[in-house]
């Protein structure tokens, strides 16, 4: 089974700062994989990334990069040059062997104009 | 794009009552899960599918049931709704390798209200 701990509840922002949500996971399972799901005010939970547990590089999209590190089992997750659109619930998870989906509570970003 | 589409967006229903949540998705994906999403305790699963006619508990399956007769229709059933199942339902499905290996689609949700 997988734990996932996402310690910032709500994050407040002004626009154009860069901001970071942090991701902690722990897994007995030696493959495994990550994800970062967003969740506008609309509902729906978008999915944005996933990586490999065996896949330890950076990734960047656009304004959004991940960085995974798994010395400190982290999966953090950096808005550059935030902006009013990015303000939604974010939420990390994990799966390992089975098909469950464990989620974090998720962080609420709020991008202010 | 896939998509996910669950029959109601808001539903108020009495304690007591039978509710039947509906879900379907067009990818087949043999893949499909039900979660419930409350303030401060994020997702959690209910139920999940991996197949028609298949079903497994999840993490909180008490006082749920689920049916799954066509690969595109998964239903979540509260048997006997309480006031403690008013929540945010999230249906998802996923291609045949699961969670572990490729992302889950969500539905838009449905918001229940046990009054």
């Known amino acids: 089974a997988q734990k996932v701990t996402q310690a910032q509840t709500e994050i407040s922002v002004v626009e154009k700062e860069d901001v970071t949500l942090d991701c902690v996971y722990e897994?007995?399972?030696?493959?495994?994989?990550l994800f970062w799901y967003k969740q506008p005010p609309s509902g729906e939970l978008v999915f944005l990334i996933r990586r490999n547990s065996f896949d330890e590089q950076n990734e960047i999209s656009g304004r959004y990069s991940w960085n995974f590190q798994k010395s400190t089992s982290s999966f953090n997750f950096t808005i550059t040059a935030s902006q009013v659109v990015d303000s939604a619930v974010y939420f990390c998870a994990a799966g390992g062997s089975n098909y469950k989906l464990t989620f974090g509570k998720g962080t609420l970003l709020t991008v202010n104009p | 794009d896939v998509k996910v589409t669950q029959s109601s967006r808001y539903l108020v229903k009495r304690t007591g009552e039978k509710v039947f949540l509906e879900c379907v998705q067009d990818m087949d994906h043999e893949n499909m899960f039900w979660y419930r999403q409350d303030p401060g305790l994020g997702l959690r699963l209910i139920y999940f599918s991996y197949d028609v006619k298949m079903k497994e508990k999840g993490d909180i399956p008490e006082g749920y049931s689920v049916s799954r007769e066509k690969k595109e229709r998964f239903s979540l059933i509260l048997e006997s709704a309480s006031t403690n199942q008013t929540s945010m339902y999230l249906c998802?499905?996923?291609?045949?390798?699961?969670?572990?290996?490729?992302?889950?689609?969500f539905g838009n949700g449905t918001r229940l209200t046990v009054t």
């Open positions: 897994t007995r399972d030696t493959t495994y994989y």
């Open positions: 998802a499905s996923s291609f045949p390798q699961g969670p572990n290996n490729s992302p889950l689609h």
